[in-house]
């Protein structure tokens, strides 16, 4: 039962990490376009991993984490104000590459030469 109710806050915080980082006015996360990958939370809601990924690259993706480690305590706040917890997780960003990678992965296949023949 309690893995279900960890489930469900995990994709709820997922959910309200997205809405306040379109609210966030620090360039560094403003003008790379940012996605979450994977939000992780701990059983005793004490700490959250969120993985950000950027499509520019890794390099944007570790400046928009710089943008969200200063900005952590605002998300914090409005996490909890908007998820009703009694006790808000503690913010850990991680930036990743999983866009790029796979963006790559998608360039490969396009340019395979397969006919119709073949399949």
């Known amino acids: 039962m309690a893995g279900h109710r960890i489930e469900r806050t995990t994709e709820d915080i997922k959910r309200e ?55 952590s305590g605002f998300i914090r706040r409005e996490l909890g104000h908007r998820l009703r917890l009694r006790y808000v997780p503690e913010l850990i960003f991680k930036a990743t590459d999983s866009i790029e990678y796979s963006a790559n992965i998608s360039r490969i296949l396009n340019s395979l030469d397969i006919s119709e023949s073949e399949e």
């Open 17 to 71: 990490l997205t809405a306040i980082f379109r609210e966030l006015k620090d360039p560094r996360v403003q003008q790379a376009f940012i996605s979450i990958v994977h939000v992780d939370v701990t059983n005793d809601l004490s700490y959250c991993t969120v993985e950000i990924s950027a499509i520019e690259g890794m390099e944007r993706a570790k400046e928009a984490v710089k943008g969200l480690k200063s900005a």
